[in-house]
């Protein structure tokens, strides 16, 4: 099993940055997909990014290119969330998962088998 610890949240004002961390447990990190989630006032959870197994691949929902990164460290099981150029359309709970894949991301919810317990972000105008 894998347990994830989320930090980083907080309040920010419209343009600046933020920077997510998720900590995870386990001897077998670096063989998980990670992914950060969202879900924002009123709405469902929503797909942020993904990052492969050994960090060689990414992928962004459209809102969000250029903006966020995603990378992680396997050496010290972490994976993090560079947010920049925040707007309030941003603000959400943030949630870090991992899935047992290797090679590939996805954007399904259901294909993730841990979760963090989320971090609030809110962006002010």
């Known amino acids: 099993q894998v347990q994830l610890v989320e930090s980083g949240g907080g309040l920010v004002q419209a343009g600046g940055s933020l920077r997510l961390s998720c900590a995870a447990s386990?001897?077998?990190?670096?063989?998980?997909?990670m992914g950060w989630f969202r879900q924002a006032p009123g709405k469902e959870r929503e797909f942020v990014a993904a990052?492969?197994?050994?960090?060689?691949?990414?992928y962004y929902t459209d809102s969000v290119k250029g903006r966020f990164t995603i990378s992680r460290d396997n050496a010290k099981n972490t994976v993090y969330l560079q947010m920049n150029s925040l707007g309030p359309e941003d603000t959400a709970v943030y949630y870090c998962a991992c899935a047992a894949l290797r090679g590939v991301v996805t954007t399904q919810s259901w294909q993730y088998d841990y979760w963090g317990q989320g971090t609030q972000v809110t962006v002010s105008s």
């Open positions: 386990g001897r077998t990190f670096s063989r998980y997909t």
């Open positions: 990052i492969t197994a050994s960090g060689g691949g990414t």
